[in-house]
């Protein structure tokens, strides 16, 4: 079993949906969980990160942790074509395998 | 890409011919690490680096060695390439082993042939 765990879609929404990516983890050291951006052909784009266990909102995007089901969440909202790109979650530099997100006009 | 640059962008190389890969930086970051990046596996570790002549090895580590001489520059070489390693390779650092929040370059395209 993969220390983080990440359904890797595709998941296509319509614009202007809230969007709802998760990912699972297996180590309960991780204290801080990472989420990144990362559009076709470029490297990794550090979104946003938590700490423990609750939630911390930077503008559209919300990024949540439940410690007790090691259960990892990043919500969009008002979704934008622009948000189209695959989203990977981490944890001490262990990656799960990205969800590729598609927003439709 | 937070002042990281990787080189070459793209390369394409035969069976058993060494290459390196450069990782430069100008934002003085401590860490330094070289992933992997595959359909069905996402990014992988391969090496990591914690200062200068301070490296470690990662998750997939096998055919593959690291040299930093300098704060600034982090060096991955395939000793003898195989089409196994044909990957997109990206570089990145960070300041903190305890958050281990990364800014990552743009990536170099391998294909070993």
């Known amino acids: 079993q993969k220390e983080v765990e990440q359904d890797p879609g595709p998941l296509s929404v319509p614009e202007g949906a809230i969007v709802s990516l998760n990912c699972t983890y297996s180590n309960s050291a991780f204290q801080y969980f990472m989420w990144y951006r990362q559009y076709s052909r470029k490297g990794p784009e550090l979104l946003m990160y938590t700490y423990s266990s609750g939630n911390k909102e930077d503008g559209r995007f919300t990024a949540q942790v439940d410690k007790s089901s090691k259960y990892i969440s990043l919500f969009i909202r008002d979704s934008q074509p622009s948000d189209s790109a695959t989203y990977l979650c981490a944890a001490r530099g262990v990656f799960g395998q990205g969800t590729r997100l598609t927003i439709n006009p | 890409d937070a002042g990281i640059t990787q080189s070459p962008r793209h390369k394409v190389t035969e069976t058993g011919t060494p290459v390196t890969l450069r990782c430069h930086q100008t934002?003085?970051?401590?860490?330094m690490y070289w992933y992997r990046q595959d359909p069905g596996h996402g990014l992988r570790l391969i090496h990591y680096s914690y200062g200068v002549k301070d490296t470690d090895k990662g998750e997939v580590s096998d055919g593959y060695s690291v040299s930093r001489s300098k704060t600034e520059d982090f060096l991955l070489t395939l000793e003898s390439a195989t089409s196994s390693q044909t990957s997109v390779y990206f570089c990145a650092i960070g300041t903190s082993l305890e958050v281990y929040e990364q800014y990552f370059g743009p990536g170099t395209r391998l294909t070993v042939t």
């Open positions: 934002e003085n970051h401590r860490y």
